[in-house]
C-alpha cells in the first residue's frame, strides 16, 4: 500500500512514464510492456503519422481492408497506444467514413477487425510508411496519394 501512497504523491504535481515503470514492472512482471503503453505522443513524431489519421478522417473508395491491416491498425494500437476497444471505434469511423465520402460500404466484418487487432497488439509492428506502401502496394499508395492530395495533405 505505501507503494501506491509514494507513486500518487510522486505523480500529484507532474508524472512522467520513468517515474511509473518500476512500479508498473513490478505490477505487471516481464509483460510491462503489454501491460501498460504510453498514450501521449509527441510532436514531430506525431506529424510524422499525420497522414493516417488523415485517411481515417476522409475514408478511402478502395483497399480499406489492406490499410486497416498494415497501417491504421498498427497506428492505433501502438503508437497512439489505443486500447484494442479504443482502436476497433477509431476503426468504424475510418470505415463509416469510407461509405459516406466514397460509397465503399461493408464487406469487413468486425470479428476480422478484432483478430487484426489482437495480433498487431501482440506483434508490435509499426504501421507501414508512404515509402513503404509505393515500393511494396503501389496501387494502394496510389489510392491514398489521391485521398491526401483531394484532402490537401501530402
Do not use: T
Request: aromatic content about 10%; some cysteine.
Amino acid at each position: 500500500m505505501s507503494e501506491w501512497k509514494e507513486l500518487l504523491e510522486r505523480c500529484s504535481e507532474s508524472c512522467k512514464a520513468e517515474d511509473l515503470k518500476p512500479y508498473l514492472e513490478r505490477l505487471c512482471g516481464e509483460g510491462f510492456k503489454d501491460c501498460w503503453r504510453p498514450k501521449r505522443v509527441k510532436g514531430s513524431f506525431k506529424e510524422r503519422y499525420r497522414w493516417i489519421q488523415d485517411l481515417i478522417d476522409s475514408g478511402v473508395p478502395d483497399g480499406r481492408a489492406r490499410l486497416i491491416l498494415y497501417v491504421i491498425s498498427r497506428y492505433l494500437i501502438n503508437v497512439l497506444g489505443l486500447s484494442q476497444e479504443e482502436a476497433e471505434r477509431e476503426i468504424e469511423i475510418f470505415l463509416e467514413n469510407s461509405c459516406s465520402k466514397h460509397g465503399k460500404c461493408g464487406g469487413i466484418y468486425k470479428s476480422w477487425i478484432r483478430s487484426v487487432l489482437r495480433g498487431v497488439s501482440r506483434g508490435g509492428w509499426k504501421p507501414k510508411s508512404l515509402d513503404r506502401l509505393k515500393a511494396e502496394d503501389p496501387q494502394l499508395y496510389e489510392i491514398v496519394k489521391l485521398v491526401l492530395e483531394s484532402k490537401g495533405g501530402s
